[in-house]
């Protein structure tokens, strides 16, 4: 198991941007397949992005594309989301998960295939 924190949500403006840290603890990072999940009010968990444990892929859901960038640094046991040109329709609580796994799920990656969660940060967007 690996203990995950996230930080670095907040209140923006549309057009702005934040970066969410994720840092992990336990097992040995570079073992895990790491995303990031958000779930707005009413809806349901869906993946925003994800980096497999090389950190040498990266796959991100269509709605955050050329806007968002997942990174990870395995010296430092943390993924890194950077959210650019933020909208309010991205506004949800945002979850670290990890699975270890050293296989590239690409787009058939899904919650329920990660076993490790943070307790998320919330990301508001106003308008």
């Known amino acids: 198991q690996v203990a995950l924190v996230e930080s670095g949500g907040g209140l923006v403006q549309a057009g702005g941007s934040l970066r969410l840290s994720c840092a992990a603890s336990?097992?040995?990072?570079?073992?895990?397949?790491m995303g990031w999940f958000r779930q707005a009010p009413g809806k349901e968990r869906e993946i925003v992005a994800h980096i497999s444990s090389s950190g040498a892929n990266t796959y991100y859901a269509d709605s955050v594309k050329g806007r968002f960038t997942i990174s990870r640094d395995n010296a430092k046991n943390t993924v890194y989301l950077q959210m650019n040109s933020l909208k309010p329709e991205d506004t949800a609580v945002y979850s670290c998960?990890?699975?270890?796994?050293?296989?590239?799920?690409?787009?058939?990656?899904?919650?329920?295939?990660?076993?490790?969660w943070g307790k998320g940060t919330q990301v508001t967007v106003s308008s």
């Open positions: 998960a990890a699975r270890e796994d050293a296989r590239w799920f690409g787009p058939l990656l899904r919650d329920y295939h990660m076993n490790n």
């Open positions: 336990g097992h040995t990072f570079s073992n895990y397949i």
